[in-house]
């Protein structure tokens, strides 16, 4: 039998228990590192989260900075703690200085002592951390226009396109496209300010592709889910919604960001994308969804800033946006905490008592894990989970845990849909 959908909360203001997952991992960091998000808030001149948040939404004063070169040492002060003790510079005994370990240039220590001692596990991910570190300045062109570059019509159906491997012959030489951001104005104002040697060209290029391939995993893994429920935008125009959409999804988001789906689905009659989530930032996106049908072979996108199961009583049940074809859900991260996984409860029931074709991708084959473990107390229908062929290629750092082995955003998913199907049970009869 189908469960109720719980009431609504009264209020998504952050919380103990707070649905905001950005929340759960901006105080997490005090749990290796005592202190690391008040010398966040402190780099930003903000006195509290709610101080964080309301920036981020666009309702108080954007930080600023006097110039980019104190912009890129605010933002690389944040990393500096010992990883062998977990000390912060303020800590540190009279004449001590933090000391970048000379590799990666990623992570700090405060005696040798320390290195040595950290070296036995610092070792297994160092190179990795090295490509990090640059990818964590080189991200700025996302914010610039420089990334991600324009990409090509494909010249192979859909079907075809497994995976990286078979994208990229797609695209042509890639050179040209990465060497003019590589010479870019913006580049050299990145490396003329950042507070290391700017790497050679091969490294920025490397950079510059993990960088987009980030940005294009979340498309290509809509195109996959599309795939895997055996939609057919050719036939039909279709709705998808991102539930869970978040700032990372959001901040910077232009109405062109899911343009590649016209490549993937040439000649489609119309495809719509609604990012809904607590932690949706304000911009160009957030406008209406549509009520009838958008323009073929378009995509358009629109955003709601809510928790996804108000969306659907809001506008949904009033017909005042379209029922989805597919949900696609980004690192929902509700095994996480309590408060994450009762803020999406309410979402998981209506999913599967809609019986809606909901796609999620976590970041490792642990999160994937815990996650199949949740959506099967709840008697979800898995289709299918696994590794996933679009992967972003970009290495993700546990700020405060820099030892942990790095992560991939989407490189894992889970394919589900409408309820575990119940055996049929004979009753015992009288001979029985």
């Known amino acids: 039998m189908a469960s109720e959908i719980p009431a609504l909360p009264q209020s998504f203001a952050p919380g103990t228990g707070s649905v905001f997952s950005d929340q759960s991992g901006f105080y997490s960091l005090d749990a290796n590192v005592p202190g690391l998000s008040k010398v966040i808030l402190n ?87 090295r490509l990090v570190a640059i990818d964590r300045l080189v991200e700025w062109l996302m914010f610039t226009g420089d990334l991600p570059f324009p990409t090509e019509k494909w010249s192979k159906p859909f079907a075809e ?29 990145l490396w003329k300010n950042a507070s290391r040697t700017r790497p050679d060209d091969a490294d920025l290029r490397q950079s510059l592709w993990r960088l987009q391939s980030e940005f294009l995993s979340r498309v290509l893994t809509v195109g996959i889910a599309i795939q895997h429920f055996g939609l057919d935008p ?22 062109t960001d899911y343009d590649e789906l016209n490549h993937m689905f040439p000649g489609h009659q119309g495809i719509e994308v609604v990012m809904v989530g607590p932690e949706v930032v304000d911009g160009p996106i957030v406008r209406p969804p549509l009520t009838a049908f958008g323009p073929k072979q378009k995509v358009y996108i629109s955003a709601y800033k809510g928790l996804y199961h108000q969306f659907w009583e809001d506008l949904v049940e009033k017909e005042e946006a379209a029922k989805p074809d597919l949900v696609v859900g980004f690192h929902p991260g509700f095994h996480a905490n309590q408060g994450l996984v009762e803020g999406w409860l309410p979402t998981l029931l209506l999913l599967r008592d809609f019986n809606i074709p909901s796609f999620f991708t976590m970041y490792s084959e642990m999160e994937l894990k815990y996650s199949l473990q949740i959506l099967l107390e709840l008697e979800m229908h898995i289709r299918d989970s696994g590794a996933n062929p679009f992967t972003s290629q970009k290495p993700e750092q546990v700020q405060a845990s820099p030892n942990k082995t790095p992560v991939n955003c989407n490189s894992h998913f889970i394919c589900f849909q409408g309820l575990l199907p119940q055996e049929d049970v004979e009753e015992p009869g009288p001979d029985n």
């Open 43 to 129: 780099k930003l001149n903000m006195k509290d989260y709610g101080e964080y948040r309301a920036a981020v939404e666009g309702k108080a004063k954007r930080v600023s900075f006097r110039n980019y070169k104190e912009m890129f040492e605010k933002m690389e002060e944040t990393f500096k703690f010992c990883t062998g003790c977990n000390k912060l510079p303020d800590h540190l005994t009279e004449g001590q200085t933090l000391k970048r370990c000379v590799k990666c240039l990623n992570v700090y220590y405060c005696t040798k002592d320390c290195q040595r001692k950290d070296w036995p596990q610092h070792k297994k991910v160092c190179k990795m951390l």
């Open 161 to 189: 396109v497994k995976n990286w491997e078979d994208w990229l012959p797609m695209q042509g030489d890639l050179t040209l496209r990465l060497d003019a951001i590589v010479s870019s104005t913006n580049m050299a104002t």
């Open 234 to 255: 050719k036939s039909k125009p279709l709705t998808i919604h991102l539930a869970g959409a978040s700032h990372n999804e959001t901040m910077g988001a232009r109405l």
